[in-house]
């Protein structure tokens, strides 16, 4: 199957900082998925993007298939989006999730 | 109706109960999936229905029994579990195999 690392694996910012998570996977993909993990156990979608980039307020993301890594952006950080970022390339026949990275946002 | 729903929210079982989780999707997607997630872990892919079809079982013990009787609809069957059985169930759902996939907020298993 096909390999994903995330990185970093954690990361803790002050509210309204900057932040960028990066995804980097072995082999060439169909697609890229992006989600959210809340506290709860919640599976939130964030970007459906196989390459290029797509915002969607104060996050966006940029998949460059040929290289083999997505990035996501978050701006402006709140304490709501802390959680676990997971990033998960489809293969032939499957999802492949990273191990994420767990942000914590303080006040 | 765009979301996929889990019930029960939380289960307990004894090694010798039999139970079953249900997931249920109304978006007209035709494949449906079946994950575990331990704790501080991704989630892993257990079973995939294609078209109400068992086309992907990744290994799992048969004291996990999927079932899909109908388009909207995916259970799957507890029975003689183990404490390490003990986790998140995660169902997903996606307009066809391996588009983007749409998940349900999860069952919560305790196996004592």
């Known amino acids: 199957g096909i390999q994903v690392e995330q990185s970093p694996p954690d990361l803790i910012l002050q509210e309204g900082a900057n932040s960028t998570l990066r995804c980097n996977f072995s082999d060439s993909v169909n697609n890229l998925q992006w989600f959210h993990q809340n506290p709860w156990g919640q599976l939130i979608n964030l970007f459906y993007?196989?390459?290029g980039t797509k915002q969607n307020g104060r996050l966006s993301a940029t998949t460059v298939a040929t290289e083999r890594y997505s990035l996501l952006y978050i701006s402006s950080s709140q304490t709501t989006d802390s959680g676990v970022y997971f990033c998960?390339?489809?293969?032939?026949?499957?999802?492949?999730f990273g191990t994420g990275t767990r942000l914590t946002v303080i006040p | 109706d765009t979301e996929v729903t889990q019930t029960p929210k939380h289960l307990v079982m004894g090694m010798t109960n039999k139970k079953s989780l249900k997931c249920e999707q109304h978006?007209?997607?035709?494949?449906m999936y079946w994950y575990k997630q331990k704790a501080k872990k991704p989630p892993e892919l257990m079973f995939v229905?294609?078209?109400?079809?068992?086309?992907i079982n990744e290994s799992v013990p048969s004291r996990f029994s999927p079932e899909c009787p109908n388009s909207s609809l995916l259970n799957l069957h507890l029975h003689a579990l183990q404490p390490e059985d003990s986790a998140l169930y995660l169902c997903a759902s996606s307009p066809l195999p391996y588009n983007e996939q749409f998940f349900g907020p999860g069952t919560r298993l305790t196996v004592l």
């Open positions: 978006m007209g997607h035709r494949a």
């Open positions: 998960a390339p489809t293969g032939a026949n499957n999802l492949f």
């Open positions: 993007i196989p390459s």
């Open positions: 229905y294609s078209y109400e079809k068992l086309s």
